[in-house]
C-alpha cells in the first residue's frame, strides 16, 4: 500500500515537464503535491497511475511497477484527475455501476449504495451527471475513485468547484481514507492541505523542492520571527529598540510579533527587557511560517 516514485522524468519535445523526480508515500499517509500551475504534478500524478508513459524512471503502486504491469497497478489505485472525465448523459447510479462493472465488484448494488452516502450524492443521486453543479460533478468523480475500495488515493484538485460546507465534508472524507489508505493528492488551496496533511512535496519547474513534514518546513523557513504576548500593555518603541529587530507589528493590545536576524536573542532581550522594566510575559514563542509563505520562497521567479 505504498507509492515509490524513482528518477521519474517526462519531456515533451524540448520542454523538461517533469525532471528526475523521487519520493515515496506509505500507507496511513496523506501527503500534499504541491507546485505552481505548469510545475509538473498533473504529469507526475498521470505517470503514477499509468495514463503516461515516463521517459525514463520508475514509478512502483503496492510494490507493482506501473509501466510494466499498468492494469494490476490501476486495480490498486482510485484516481480523481483533474479534468474530471464523467458521461454527461448518464445518471450517477448508471455511471458508478458502469464504473463498478469495470472493477468487477460484487455485490455492485450495495456498494454504488456506500459510496453514494460516503461522497454525499444522496439527494442528486436520481440526476443525469449533466444536471450536476461542479461540486456534484467533483463528488461523482471521486465516488468512481473509491468504488473499488482502493489501496492508494491519487486525487488532483479534489475540493475543486466546492463550496465551503462541500469543503468541510469532502475534507472528512479524505481524512478518513487516509487512516487506512495511502493518499497522495494536489490542490491549489493551500488551507486544504494545512488541513490534512502532516507532510508535503512542493514541485517546481519539474524539480522537487521541498518534501518534509509540514511542522518542519515551517520551522526552517520562519527562524527569524517572534510572538510575544505581555500582560501589560506598552509601546511599540520599547520593541522598536530591541538590538536586531528588523520589524515589529502590533496584533493586538498586548500581542506583537518581531521579526529579527536571530529568533534567540530576540527572545533574549525580551526577557531582559521585561526584567528590566518590571513587565509580564504571557507568552513568547518562535513562530512557524504559513505555508503559503513556505509555497512562494520555494517557487517564486528570482
Known amino acids: 500500500m505504498s507509492i515509490v516514485v524513482n528518477e521519474l522524468m517526462k519531456v515533451y519535445g524540448e520542454q523538461i515537464a517533469v525532471n528526475k523526480i523521487s519520493f515515496s508515500v506509505q500507507k496511513g499517509e496523506i501527503v500534499g503535491f504541491l507546485g505552481p500551475n505548469g510545475a509538473g504534478k498533473s504529469t507526475t500524478m498521470k505517470m503514477i497511475t499509468g495514463y503516461l508513459t515516463p521517459d525514463s524512471g520508475v514509478a512502483t503502486v503496492s510494490n507493482i511497477n506501473v509501466a510494466n504491469n499498468p492494469i494490476e497497478a490501476k486495480k490498486k489505485i482510485g484516481y480523481l484527475p483533474e479534468a474530471n472525465p464523467l458521461y454527461f448523459d448518464m445518471y450517477i447510479k448508471e455511471y458508478l455501476e458502469f464504473i463498478a462493472g469495470i472493477h468487477k465488484i460484487d455485490n455492485k448494488k450495495q456498494r454504488i449504495k456506500d459510496v453514494i452516502e460516503l461522497t454525499g450524492l444522496g439527494v442528486e443521486q436520481r440526476k443525469k451527471i449533466s444536471q450536476l453543479s461542479k461540486g456534484y460533478k467533483q463528488r461523482t468523480g471521486l465516488a468512481a475513485a473509491l468504488i473499488h475500495d482502493p489501496e492508494v488515493l491519487i486525487l488532483d484538485e479534489p475540493t475543486s468547484g466546492l463550496d465551503p460546507n462541500q469543503i468541510i465534508e469532502i475534507r472528512k472524507v479524505i481524512k478518513d481514507q487516509g487512516l487506512h489508505k495511502t493518499v497522495l493528492f494536489s490542490s491549489h488551496i493551500l488551507q486544504e492541505v494545512e488541513a ?107
Open 196 to 302: 490534512m496533511c502532516d507532510r508535503v512535496i512542493i514541485v517546481n519547474k519539474g524539480k522537487l523542492v521541498a518534501d518534509d513534514k509540514l511542522a518542519n518546513l515551517q520551522q526552517k523557513g520562519s527562524n527569524d520571527r517572534v510572538k510575544v504576548s505581555f500582560k501589560e500593555p506598552l509601546e511599540d518603541e520599547w520593541l522598536k529598540r530591541l538590538n536586531g529587530a528588523t520589524s515589529v507589528n502590533k496584533i493586538d493590545t498586548f500581542t506583537w510579533q518581531i521579526t529579527g536576524r536571530d529568533s534567540n536573542e530576540v527572545k533574549k532581550q525580551l526577557l531582559e527587557l521585561s526584567l528590566q522594566h518590571n513587565l509580564n510575559i504571557v507568552s513568547l514563542q518562535t513562530e512557524g511560517g504559513s505555508l503559503e509563505e513556505i509555497f512562494r520562497s520555494l517557487t517564486q521567479p528570482e
